[in-house]
């Protein structure tokens, strides 16, 4: 069980396994990047500061509530001290979070941050040039944003972050124009 997956050393720090929470058939699912320490201590993604403006901004821009969208993280477990993830520990738990999204089978993955672009996309351009470009992968589009977490630790990223969420908001409403991914993508 996942619970007690040992195969990268997180587990030997953790307190839990963080794998998702939501909606199962949810046609918009969040990816982050990995567990932070409150989600950690209480088994389930974006409840420290960054999910509360997650909250937030699921309910003011796109005037849905949390539970109607599924959340995962790449990763399942917390990094000590909240250090970026190795690429090891990313192809470790990669399978399991393509597994989620196979299952829930959405219509848009929004990858907030670099981490989970790259990883959804396998591009290695930086969140900063492919936010709000949606890209086709496999059957489904990816939505690159900023993680709400970087508005918290830069204040002059807020209005860029809530923007983020005015174009997904666009964009399910309209899917315009996209760029397909690379065609050895084989995700979905």
């Not at 587990?11 to 929470?21: I, Y």
Request: a negative charge; charged letters at 30%.
């Amino acid at each position: 069980m996942l619970r007690d997956c040992q195969r990268c050393d997180l587990w030997q720090e953790r307190t839990n396994v963080v794998f998702g929470s939501g909606r199962p058939d949810a046609d918009v699912l969040f990816v982050g990047e990995a567990p932070g320490y409150h989600e950690d201590q209480q088994a389930e993604p974006f409840v420290g500061a960054a999910g509360r403006f997650l909250d937030e901004l699921l309910r003011d821009i796109l005037a849905i509530r949390r539970e109607d969208v599924y959340i995962a993280n790449v990763l399942k477990c917390r990094p000590p001290d909240n250090r970026d993830p190795t690429s090891s520990e990313v192809e470790t738990c990669k399978p399991f979070l393509m597994r989620q999204i196979e299952i829930i089978s959405p219509i848009v993955v929004c990858s907030l941050g670099n981490f989970a672009t790259r990883t959804m996309t396998a591009r290695r351009e930086g969140i900063t040039k492919l936010r709000r470009k949606p890209i086709r992968v496999g059957s489904i589009y990816v939505f690159p944003m900023f993680h709400p977490a970087a508005a918290l630790h830069r204040g002059d990223l807020y209005e860029e972050v809530k923007q983020d969420f005015r174009s997904l908001k666009e964009f399910l409403e309209s899917p315009g124009p996209v760029d397909d991914g690379p065609s050895q993508m084989e995700l979905f």
